[in-house]
């Protein structure tokens, strides 16, 4: 089975400081994506990437920045956190081939910005 | 503009009522249509995939549907655990960058005994 993991299921930070939000699969795919979801808005793309080093800005990257260094591992960054990124964060991931649209995601983490 | 459209927003059914989902997509040259399933506070758990019209998948209480413009999601003689928020998504059209998917913003179900 496909495992996504993320590193904090909830985490609080303060306007300002910098977070970072890590993401790693076990299945070697190649694609990883970072949404966020808010209620009445549903899951939004901020980030993905098709490759190690490459990445591509969904709809919302304002804010927000990424990395992927190893494949396995997709890191996204709050430059400086503000209360509007307050959200459920996911991190998903997915193959190339016959399978390349099935997302398979992680946990969440759910980020408070007081 | 939204790519899927999903409907009702949410939907209260007694054990045992069957009823339907609806996802409509506006998306040209259909690559897939995708069902997930999210419980609170969890992240979405894929469910299954539809390729072409006319094309069937079930799983357990779920049957999902294709037509050339919409997708369903039948549940029948649902249980409270069937209760969580369904989701469907499509991929970008041809010519966008490839590999994301627009999603639904969900149907919220709830199953009570």
């Known amino acids: 089975d496909v495992k996504v993991t993320q590193s904090s299921r909830y985490l609080v930070k303060r306007t300002g400081e910098k977070v970072f939000l890590e993401c790693v699969q076990d299945?070697?795919?190649?694609?990883m994506f970072w949404y966020r979801q808010d209620p009445g808005l549903g899951l939004r793309l901020i980030y993905f990437?098709?490759?190690?080093?490459?990445?591509e800005k969904g709809d919302i990257p304002e804010g927000y920045s990424v990395s992927r260094e190893k494949k396995e591992r997709f890191s996204l960054i709050l430059e400086s956190a503000s209360t509007n990124q307050t959200s459920m964060y996911l991190c998903?991931?997915?193959?190339?081939?016959?399978?390349?649209?099935?997302?398979?995601f992680g946990p969440g983490t759910r980020l408070t910005v007081t | 503009e939204d790519q899927v459209t999903q409907s009702p927003e949410a939907l209260r059914l007694q054990e045992g009522e069957s009823s339907s989902l609806n996802c409509s997509y506006t998306?040209?040259?259909?690559?897939?249509l995708f069902w997930y399933r999210q419980d609170p506070g969890k992240g979405p758990e894929f469910l299954f995939t539809?390729?072409?019209a006319g094309e069937e998948k079930e799983k357990e209480r779920l049957k999902a549907t294709l037509t050339k413009k919409e997708s369903f999601l039948h549940i029948t003689a649902p249980k409270p655990e069937d209760s969580a928020t369904y989701l469907c998504?499509?991929?970008?059209?041809?010519?966008?960058?490839?590999?994301?998917?627009?999603f639904g913003r969900g149907t919220q179900l709830t199953v009570w005994p």
């Open positions: 539809l390729y072409s």
């Open positions: 998903a991931s997915s193959t190339d081939g016959t399978r390349y649209y099935e997302q398979y």
């Open positions: 990437s098709y490759d190690v080093k490459m990445k």
């Open positions: 299945m070697d795919h190649e694609n």
């Open positions: 998306v040209s040259g259909l690559r897939g």
């Open positions: 998504a499509v991929p970008a059209d041809r010519g966008s960058t490839l590999g994301r998917l627009y």
